[in-house]
């Protein structure tokens, strides 16, 4: 019942956005907003419908639909079986439209009497988007499949998706891809109407751009989490094609991010805001394609379907054929002769954005490189981790200086001599630090050194512009003399800084032990020595598990934790995963994995030793939380843009 | 020039695009491995045989016939999900099935086998997985296509199940004397 409902509504939902489509193309002001409004509320509401139902039939085990049955089991517990709803090929594409019409929504409230053409012409491009990927859906993978007879059981699930941050790790990645549409949209609307109309479209862009942003790191953040404590890999980054293909929206989304603010002050760069925001949404419906079509492997891979692939590759020839043409015949008008000095703010904005598309393109090359040399050659080859830290670091590194150099720039007026006495203290204060990092840990690793060089870097200099804030108690003085930051970009400068600190630790530093233990043997990493005490059965919701007991001592042999690391075997989905156990502080994590074994032979135990694994963490949260402090500030002007 | 600039975007665009569609286009499977071995002499070796007392020696099996040499195993789950199609293979005439029992207990394969048919002439055993290492084996089971002059002319990863089926039983009748 619940599905037919919401195939039904699914159907009509592709009715609204047709509608909304031909609406927007209308020049009559009046009976636009009348219908668009019909519109907008209708597509947002049908797909509502249509996503809740689908969860409904999740919830209930209705296993006469195909997406439950080869999804689900009645042994799932609640939480997942909600979160099952987008754990896979369909059910997440219908949580990308129901995104998709939630920005179409706030687009639309944007409607004042001066935007009336932008905002049209920006609904018309989104209404575009959202019939493609409903049709795409509905065509191809439509969620609400019916089979006959109706199946007892359905056939399990992935037992590596039962994680809690997985559940949320994929509606935080939608919002951040599908964010950059609105940024699309708007950036295409800009071309295309008469540019004799002032509209600061920029504005417009920059919420919209700051939310897929922020959403978006959380989304890899947490994706990060996820193969972190579910894989059992000892690492949280891979260089997978598909997080690949959420880091490269990211490069370009920070580099929006970034340009926005020199666009709005200084006018300056609007062409490139233009490029940027086109391809931010580009790459990210090409992240897709990479992952849905099967035409690359990886642990992400839903399904093997080339019709699927094709379908979107027309789509996006037509999203992209489309707005890149137009941007080489219209974007020369937004083209403005107003150079800058490269030692100002923006000169430091301009460079690193390019080193942030430097950085994308040689991932994205890395991602397609084993397509273009099979495509030529029929060879077929692999590139993997040794490319993208070799080419990607050197990038970074110079970015990250710029980046710690960039805020206490003034706008304008740029004088090389003077940039020296801004920086002299916080080049002071990080070699202080590094100094006495070193002193303690001697960490005789050029790489490493470099990495915690950086993140002082990143973090003295903010500290320092929040001092004189602190110390002057004058307020007038403030004001006048002491450049004003938004707290948004201090908590997420901040953030960064932390988070080179925790991936430089951990990847660095990081030790690891892999050893055959049977109960009572005893090993040792880095200063720690770790017994295996007893191995017991336990049994959860839907698995079966071995649990090891692992007691940890330091070198005071003093005990400091116990780690029960499990090994489960889910019946339903004859699957085994480990599950990792981890004692965690700030100065690093002890992280031990149980493989395969039995009781005569002992068991295969992986143990890592992973430095500042925490700050990784708390960096990507901080940085979120900067954002969110950004979206709020400029949602403020965007109500002062729609009165 | 710079104005001009302004459309290199969509030529790299459409250039990337083009490969994708030529990808995709193109009858490919993104998790086929190409074996270094293809158009090479097949690698000698000699092992126990388990069906029967005598030594198994490669360069008596692979003569004058086209051979397809299977990989597998009883504690692999797709071994047996493939099982129907190895005896499928196995009625083609002027071929042969050679069987490597990689890394297994014998008493278990011979249970195994009885229970599901054996479609094999013959079975060398490889217990250290040495034989696996010669061949480049990349896990199981693994089907490669020999021809009449004991040379691989065709390497298979993974289970061939109905989806492939067709396809690798036309490679080995390409290769039929």
Known sequence: MSASVGNFSLWLSLCFAIFQFLISRKKNN????????????????????????????????????????????????????????????EGSMLLWILVLTIFNYFIYKLYNQKNFTFISKSLEIQAIITIGFLLFTIFTSNPFERMIPAQVNGLGFNPLLQDPALAIHPPLLYIGYVGFSAAFSFSIAAMSINTEEKISWYSYIKPFVLTAWTFLS??????????????????????????????????????????????????????????????????????????????????????????????????????????????????????????????????????????MITVCASVFLGTIYPLLVEAFSNNKISVGEPYFNSTTIPIMIPAILVMGIGPILSWNRGDATKIFGKSFPSILLTTVISIIFFCVYRPYNMLGLVGIIL???????????????????????????????????????????????????????QKEKITRMKVNDKTEIHNYN????EINKITGQNYLALQGNFWVYNKKKNIIAEL????RFYPVANNSTTEVSIHTN??????????????????????????????????????????????????????RLTL | MKKQLLIFPSIVFFFILLVFFYLLIIDRDPTELPSVLIEKKAPRFEAESLLDDKKFISTEEFA????????????????????????????????????????????????????????????????????????????????????????IKYRHVGPITKKVYNNFYSKVIANRE
């Not at chain 1, 999740?58 to 079986?81: A, E, G, R």
């Not at chain 1, 770790?530 to 005490?533: A, E, M, Q, V």
Request: aromatic share 14%; glycine share 8%.
């Open chain 1, 455 to 509: 993140a002082f870097w990143i973090i003295s200099n903010i500290l320092l512009t929040l001092v004189p804030q602190l110390i002057l108690k004058n307020k007038k003085f403030i004001q006048d003399n002491i450049p004003k930051y938004s707290n948004g970009m201090i908590i997420a400068h901040l953030g960064i800084g932390l988070l080179i600190l925790g991936i430089t630790g951990s990847s660095i530093w």
């Open chain 1, 586 to 639: 700030l100065l690093r994590d002890l992280y031990i994995v149980l493989g395969e074994g039995d009781i005569n032979e002992g068991w295969v135990v992986r143990i890592y030793y992973n430095p500042l694994v925490i700050w990784i963490w708390i960096g990507a949260f901080m940085i979120f939380l900067g954002g969110l402090f950004s979206i709020k500030s400029n949602l403020k002007f965007i109500k």
């Open chain 1, 218 to 355: 959380a989304g890899i953040a947490f994706g990060s989490i996820w193969a972190y404590y579910e894989l059992g890999w000892g690492g949280w980054w891979f260089w997978d094609p598909v997080e690949n293909a959420s880091f490269m929206p990211w490069l370009l989304g920070t580099a929006l991010v970034h340009s926005l603010i020199a666009v709005e002050k200084k006018k300056s760069l609007q062409s490139w805001v233009l490029l940027l925001s086109i391809l931010a949404f580009l790459l990210s419906v090409i992240g897709t394609f990479l992952v849905r079509s099967g035409i690359l492997t990886s642990v992400h891979t839903f399904a093997l379907d080339p019709a699927r692939g094709i379908y979107i590759l027309v789509f996006i020839t037509l999203l992209g054929g489309y707005s890149l043409i137009l941007f080489g015949i219209k974007s020369k008008n937004f083209l403005n002769k107003h150079y800058f000095s490269f030692f100002s703010r923006e000169g430091s904005i301009l460079v690193n954005n390019v080193l």
């Open chain 1, 530 to 533: 770790i017994i295996f005490k």
């Open chain 1, 30 to 89: 009046r009976s636009v907003l009348k219908f668009n409004k019909i519109a907008v509320n209708g597509l947002l509401l049908c797909v509502l419908v249509s996503f809740f139902s689908l969860m409904y039939s999740h919830v209930i085990s209705d296993f006469s639909v195909v997406n439950v049955f080869q999804n689900s089991h009645t042994t799932k517990p609640l939480l997942y079986k909600i979160s099952g709803v987008w754990g896979n090929h």
């Open chain 1, 564 to 567: 029960k690391p499990e090994n």
């Open chain 2, 64 to 151: 004058n016939k086209t051979v397809i040499v299977n990989f597998f195993a009883t504690w692999c789950k797709p071994c047996r999900e493939e099982h129907p199609y190895i005896k499928r293979l196995s009625n083609t005439k002027g071929i042969k099935i050679i069987g490597i029992n990689y890394k297994d207990n014998p008493q278990r394969t011979i249970k195994w086998l009885k229970e599901l048919g054996n479609p094999y002439s013959n079975i060398a055993i490889d217990s250290n997985g040495q034989i696996g290492i010669d061949w480049g084996v990349y896990g199981l089971p693994e089907t490669f296509v020999v021809n009449a002059e004991g040379i």
